[in-house]
Nanobody, 112 residues
Framework: QVKLVESGGGLVQPGGSLRLSCEASGFTSSRATMSWYRQAPGKGRGLVAT????????NYVASVKGRFTISRDNAKNTVYLQMTSLKPEDTAVYYC?????WGQGTQVTVSS
């Protein structure tokens, strides 16, 4: 059974940092592209960042470029999202995605 479990969300002040983690189980995640999405209140779910199976290629939505970094550790079946210089507009539920599978999401709230 495929399972994705996100962690690391929380409440942070503007300008702060958080590191999200997503641990995958039930399949060989090292062969798959993995992504982070987010969904803000009242909005649709949108792509934040993607990393290929061997960490040779990453892509980011324009609004997070230079502030967020996606990485992965295939030995741990885990993908990370390091978020810095956080802004109130980064407030959302963040989801891990691989193929057709989704985690339960982790809430990130940026507020003073």
């Amino acid at each position: 059974q495929v399972k994705l479990v996100e962690s690391g969300g929380g409440l942070v002040q503007p300008g702060g940092s958080l590191r999200l983690s997503c641990e995958a189980s039930g399949f060989t995640s090292s062969r798959a592209t993995m992504s982070w999405y987010r969904q803000a209140p009242g909005k649709g779910r949108g792509l934040v960042a993607t990393i290929d199976s061997q960490s040779t290629m990453t892509n980011y939505v324009a609004s997070v470029k230079g502030r967020f970094t996606i990485s992965r550790d295939n030995a741990k079946n885990t993908v990370y999202l390091q978020m810095t210089s956080l802004k109130p507009e980064d407030t959302a539920v963040y989801y891990c995605n691989v193929e057709n599978y989704w985690g339960q999401g982790t809430q990130v709230t940026v507020s003073s």
